[in-house]
T-cell receptor
Framework: NAGVMQNPRHLVRRRGQEARLRCSPM?????VYWYRQLPEEGLKFMVY????????ESGMPKERFSAEFPKEGPSILRIQQVVRGDSAAYFC????????????FGEGSWLTVV | QKEVEQDPGPLSVPEGAIVSLNCTYS??????FMWYRQYSRKGPELLMY??SSGNKEDGRFTAQVDKSSKYISLFIRDSQPSDSATYLC????????????WGLGTSLAVNP
């Protein structure tokens, strides 16, 4: 499968637990983006990463949220001490030098905090 | 005022109709414009990409950009029930770390 792979697709966490969302970019892509989608707010940019570097994290909440894209392995979006307001769809997207400004999305991870 | 405005709909049309979807924006620095289609519980799928002003056609889809009016459109000809989805516009400018600004999406239903 050559697409952007996200897992888990669905995740249920109790308040105060940690959520880890994983993303493997499309083959050949070295840029990864995380977006959050809420029903009334649309897609919101969170963070842009390249291998081992955070390029732009201007959309990340200041606390509890972190992201990484290690040299080996998938990108991880980590949410510590989840609260009900973190319930949302989290989308990963990737791009490569050949794709220019266009980004390609995964199927998303749906986080539910109970 | 939001940077990108998009009427959320819902828009309901009969099969075969021509559909017009639109977004307006306020930032004159935007240089590239995209339309994505999103089915329920799925990720957005790129439909059209346009750089600067002008028209672009791909099959039943035509994208138009009018930078002077800060207005972009997506036209769908001979609409099909399989076109029923949410359509999102997105735009950005060079040097902004590829950060796209998104409309809220327009929900479209094409009725057989």
């Amino acid at each position: 499968n050559a697409g952007v792979m996200q897992n888990p697709r669905h995740l249920v966490r109790r308040r105060g637990q940690e959520a880890r969302l994983r993303c493997s970019p499309m083959k050949g892509h070295s840029h990864v983006y995380w977006y959050r989608q809420l029903p009334e707010e649309g897609l919101k940019f969170m963070v842009y990463l390249q291998k081992e570097n955070i390029i732009d994290e201007s959309g990340m909440p200041k606390e509890r949220f972190s992201a990484e894209f290690p040299k080996e392995g998938p990108s991880i979006l980590r949410i510590q001490q989840v609260v009900r307001g973190d319930s949302a769809a989290y989308f990963c997207a990737s791009s490569g030098e050949a794709t220019g400004n266009t980004i390609y999305f995964g199927e998303g991870s749906w986080l539910t905090v109970v | 005022q939001k940077e990108v405005e998009q009427d959320p709909g819902p828009l309901s049309v009969p099969e075969g109709a021509i559909v017009s979807l639109n977004c307006t924006y306020s930032n004159s620095a935007f240089q590239y414009f995209m339309w994505y289609r999103q089915y329920s519980r799925k990720g957005p799928e790129l439909l059209m990409y346009t750089y600067s002003s002008g028209n672009k056609e791909d099959g039943r889809f035509t994208a138009q950009v009018d930078k002077s009016s800060k207005y972009i459109s997506l036209f769908i000809r001979d609409s099909q029930p399989s076109d029923s989805a949410t359509y999102l516009c997105a735009m950005g400018n060079a040097g902004n770390n590829r950060k796209l600004i998104w409309g809220l999406g327009t929900s479209l239903a094409v009725n057989p």
